[in-house]
């Protein structure tokens, strides 16, 4: 099916308009009676120009909705402090949109937070580099939770730790948190060969 998108117009090799009594082919799409919604797009029903005219013609978006809902709906900011998915994303650190009565006051808040933690990026590589420490030793040490000043000692009490916590003998079998423990003994395998360390 393709679309002619400066006219609506949808090809159809033998779609009928559904109008009743219409034996014009259905180009044009138009809403059915299940909306998009999270199950998927929703439905449409198919018309030819002229009937997709009258469809349009006598189509209420506001059908059913009180004064109070349409002077909502009619809002430039309508929906901004609702739960959406498309207004989600402040991250779970992060002011929430129904804390603020301004969506500009939302989006500086969350640029600030944006640029808050860039800038503790940016400390943490710096301090990174000054200590020597290469990027895979970087996420080998957040995979153990140590911080970029651990020495060796410290090292081997974490993953001492670590490993008492995730050993499946240590849990009566529970064989759940083996990736867990995988990923702890290759982050020591790592560290424990790293030039800081030796």
Known sequence: ???????????????????????????????????????????????????????????????????????????????????????????????????????????SARAKNIRGDREKQWKQDAEARQRGLSAQDRRALEELGLGYDADRPALRRRYSELVRRYHPDRNGGDRTHETRLQRVVDAYQHLRKARRFV
């Open 1 to 107: 099916m393709r679309h002619d998108r400066f006219h609506g117009r949808f090809e159809s090799e033998g779609r009928d308009c559904e109008a009743p009594g219409c034996e014009e082919e259905g180009e044009f799409r138009a809403p059915g009676s299940r909306g998009p919604s999270f199950d998927g797009p929703g439905d449409w029903r198919w018309f030819c120009l002229e009937h997709v005219r009258a469809f349009n013609a006598g189509y209420d978006f506001f059908e059913g909705m009180s004064a109070d809902e349409i002077l909502d709906a009619q809002s430039p900011v309508s929906g901004w402090r609702s739960n959406a998915r498309v207004y989600s994303g402040l991250g779970d650190d992060g002011p929430r949109w129904a804390d603020f009565d301004d969506p500009l006051d939302a989006i």
